[in-house]
């Protein structure tokens, strides 16, 4: 079954590259939920392709989310944006979610930009519409996209040289604890207590495998969440969906901003 994985990621990448009129890449870039706009101002696409064209895609389960791969020349760099992931809670198992990372890989990306959107659990230092760059990630899924005895290191799975280039372009930026969870439920106020407790400093529902699967094949994570809400039972609130993609919309445009600082830096 994992080699399966393996093989369809690379059948993938050599559709991609027939298809796509460049036929190598530098860099992945992951777009979350809300995270469409920042993509818009990385620049127009040099190229574009629905990921239904290719092996081993699905139209993403979240409607609204374009499922797409787009080239977008970004500085020196030639950078695939995939619009819109698979998440766990679509009921397609473990090997989708990490599908286009894979394929990324195979189509010879070495560094990855993983954005999501996420819930802040320190209302202390956080507001919504904060970029959080991904310090280190708690695997709450219960899964992992590797089958056998592949024993990943992932002492530094969020690059710590991506992490100081990100901060020396915005020294504002904050670091953060991802807690992956596997959704597709929000979490309780008791939930929340325990994972502050354990050191979460957002929650989501996705990045993790993503990044397992990237340190797999030996690329550099970058990750960056947008906060866009303050997680259940720390505001009295309870949580709306739709207020969370609006904020997340909103700060999406800055993020693109920094995103193409990055990439040109
Ligand atoms: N698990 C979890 N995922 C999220 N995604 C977003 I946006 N907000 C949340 C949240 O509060 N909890």
Partial sequence: MSNDAYELARSAADVLKRRLT????????????????????????ADE?????????????????????????????????????????EGRGVQPVVHGVRTALAAGVKTVVLTNAAGGTRPEWQKVGDP?????????????????????????????ALRSLVKDIDPSLAEGVYAALPG????????????????????????????????????????????????????????DHLEVLAAGRAAAERMGALLGKALRA
């Fill in 49 to 89: 392709i629905p990921v239904t064209e290719l092996p081993g895609f699905a139209e993403p389960g979240v409607p609204g989310h374009a499922g797409a791969i787009r080239v977008v020349e970004v500085g020196t760099k030639r950078a695939l944006v995939f619009l819109g992931r698979t998440h766990l809670y």
């Fill in 184 to 239: 597709p439920s929000y979490e309780t106020p008791a939930e929340i207590r325990m994972l502050r407790t354990l050191g979460a400093d957002l929650v989501g529902m996705s990045t993790v495998l993503e990044t397992i699967a990237a340190r797999e094949g030996g690329a550099d994570v970058l990750g960056i969440s947008l906060v866009t809400n303050i997680a259940a039972g720390l505001t009295g609130e309870p949580l």
């Fill in 22 to 45: 460049a036929d190598s890449f530098d860099v992945a870039l992951v777009m979350g939920s809300g995270w469409v706009p920042a993509a818009d101002a990385l620049g127009a696409p």
């Fill in 132 to 160: 959080v760059l991904i310090s280190d990630h708690l695997n709450l899924t219960g899964h992992n996209p590797i089958t056998g005895p592949t024993f990943v290191d992932l002492t530094e799975a969020y690059s710590p």
